[in-house]
């Protein structure tokens, strides 16, 4: 967990890539689709209506409502994985960190929160990342206030400011080490 432009997509890529054997649970949204991002890959990209349809059914584990936008985590992407004994990494939101606080036991999760510094760093991040309007700009605003909220609810946090990223790289491998002996 992180806000935006802290480098989580970099950091989640870096250790999937390092480790073939956890599990990514690709979340849902019902945001616009960015440049370069894969449906199915990157998140499942729902209407409204689907997503809400989803909602209904209790499709999912948790979900989050931000700057006019849903994400969501999947039951079937995450509790059948997690009864198999594979490890699962998520990208969460707020919301849903204080609703999987109740389901999973602390023993069965590990929450990393992504610190890359204050707003002016994530904004050059978001900015450098793709074009968005002032209204967009403001909304991601409001949203790292929120998500920043996260923090404290942290088993463990990984700075990653700028210049940073191969450092915040190696912890991270270094934690998902530790997790996967825990684990066998």
């Given at each position: 967990m992180g806000p935006t432009g802290s480098g989580k997509g970099s950091i989640l890529s870096h250790v999937l890539e390092t480790f073939p054997e956890l599990t990514f649970a690709v979340s849902c949204t019902t945001r616009?689709?960015?440049?370069g991002e894969v449906d199915g890959k990157d998140y499942h990209f729902l209407s409204q209506e689907e997503f809400q349809e989803k909602i209904d059914k209790k499709e999912f584990l948790e979900w989050a409502e931000f700057g006019g936008?849903?994400?969501?985590s999947l039951k079937s992407e995450i509790v059948e994985?997690?009864?198999?004994?594979?490890?699962?990494?998520?990208?969460?939101e707020l919301q849903g960190i204080l609703q999987l606080l109740e389901i999973v036991p602390k023993v069965n999760r590990t929450l990393?929160?992504?610190?890359?510094?204050?707003?002016e760093i994530s904004k050059?991040?978001?900015?450098?990342?793709?074009?968005?309007?002032?209204?967009?700009l403001a909304l991601r605003h409001e949203r790292y206030l929120e998500e920043i909220k996260s923090k404290p609810y942290a088993d463990?946090?990984?700075?990653?400011?700028?210049?940073?990223l191969e450092q915040a790289q190696k912890e991270m491998r270094d934690i998902v080490q530790k997790i996967i002996k825990k684990t066998t």
């Open positions: 616009t689709m960015r440049p936008n849903r994400y969501g994985r997690l009864k198999s004994g594979q490890i699962v990494v998520n990208e969460i990393i929160f992504i610190d890359a510094g204050d707003w050059a991040r978001a900015l450098a990342r793709a074009p968005i309007s002032e209204e967009q463990i946090v990984i700075a990653n400011p700028d210049g940073g």
